[in-house]
């Protein structure tokens, strides 16, 4: 517990880990300054600012007074159709993190936590990727994130606040939006199927180990540090869509024979030259069938203890998204 107040301030605190972070920061004792783009019905202890992560009159407003910032807020999509999107998300993404850590220096804050992402690991594919296995820019949201941890990495290294990072994995929970909303859409829908003979493992972060290992981390990380952010046991992923088509009370996928999925590939080609999207296409098929698992010891000998084993968080994401339908 918090023995001395401190006050914090959060960027991103909408999103799906922002939004499960309050609660258990407010729990614990800390005052809180957030900023967001949209005002937001917030607990009323909450000091709230309107305002953009790329003005930086806005950030530093938001970091006066602050002893840590736990920068959230970011672009999370991995397809960016467009170069006006690719555009904003580089200014979002990079330029406020530059933002939040120029004025965070300029504020005396002692601490920063950055949140990156676990696609920044090559290939997306491997089993017990330590924080030192090879990183890549498979994709422009990668290769930002790989910014964004550059650009921490030389403010920990100025000695004039800590800054400690974290690399999220598929992080689940009430109100995720994206590729698990859709993939619950589809074993809601029956249009989903298992890869006959292929079971990868993969690694999850529930939304409330994400905030918890946050919270923890933003007050005891090491300086110059990177953390995979994690569950402490990857699940092998039939398992995990098997779950929530229980929890939703459908019939669990078939099986089906890989020749019949690139056979489908093909034939929605021709969607994607009209602009249509198809349910499945080469990149998902490739997360269906490799695993990619995240080695969390350095989470763990960081004092960090799991409390979240995930059964009661699928559970209430199943409940969030068959109330949404």
């Given at each position: 517990m918090v023995t001395q107040k401190k006050t914090i301030a959060v960027t991103g605190a909408s999103g799906l880990i922002g939004s499960h972070l309050l609660p258990v920061l407010l729990e614990e004792g800390y005052q809180l300054r957030v900023l967001s783009r949209r005002l937001h019905e917030y607990s009323p202890s909450i000091i709230q600012f309107q305002g953009d992560i790329r003005s930086v009159d806005a950030v530093c407003h938001l970091m006066r007074g602050c002893n840590t910032v736990i920068h959230l807020a970011g672009v999370a999509h991995t397809s960016l159709r467009s170069q006006a999107d690719m555009d904003e998300a580089f200014q979002i993404n990079v330029g406020g993190t530059r933002n939040v850590l120029d004025a965070a220096q300029k504020a005396g804050v002692e601490r920063v936590l950055l949140v990156s992402s676990a696609h920044v690991y090559a290939n997306q594919e491997g089993t017990d990727l330590d924080e030192q296995s090879p990183t890549a820019g498979d994709s422009f949201y990668a290769r930002s994130k790989l910014m964004v941890e550059q650009a921490g990495l030389e403010a920990a290294n100025s000695n004039r606040m800590a800054v400690v990072i974290v690399r999220p994995c598929l992080t689940y929970g009430?109100?995720?939006?994206?590729?698990?909303?859709?993939?619950?859409?589809?074993?809601?829908?029956?249009?989903?199927?298992?890869?006959?003979?292929?079971?990868?493992?993969?690694?999850?972060?529930?939304?409330?180990?994400?905030?918890?290992?946050?919270?923890?981390?933003?007050?005891?990380?090491?300086?110059?540090?990177?953390?995979?952010?994690?569950d402490e046991d990857p699940l092998p992923l039939v398992e995990f869509i098997d779950s929530l088509a229980d929890l939703m009370k459908v019939h669990r996928p078939r099986n089906v024979p890989m020749l019949a999925i690139r056979a489908a590939i093909a034939g929605a080609e021709p969607l994607r030259w009209m602009g249509l999207r198809s349910p499945i296409n080469r990149e998902s098929l490739h997360k269906l069938t490799v695993s990619f698992s995240l080695d969390v010891k350095a989470l763990a000998a960081s004092g960090f203890r799991w409390l979240d084993d995930g059964l009661i968080t699928r559970k209430r994401m199943v409940e969030a998204y068959l109330a949404s339908r």
């Open positions: 009430p109100g995720v939006r994206f590729n698990l909303e859709s993939l619950m859409r589809a074993v809601q829908g029956h249009y989903y199927f298992h890869i006959r003979g292929k079971n990868p493992v993969r690694s999850l972060l529930s939304v409330g180990n994400a905030a918890a290992a946050i919270m923890y981390l933003s007050q005891v990380g090491v300086n110059g540090r990177i953390y995979n952010l994690a």
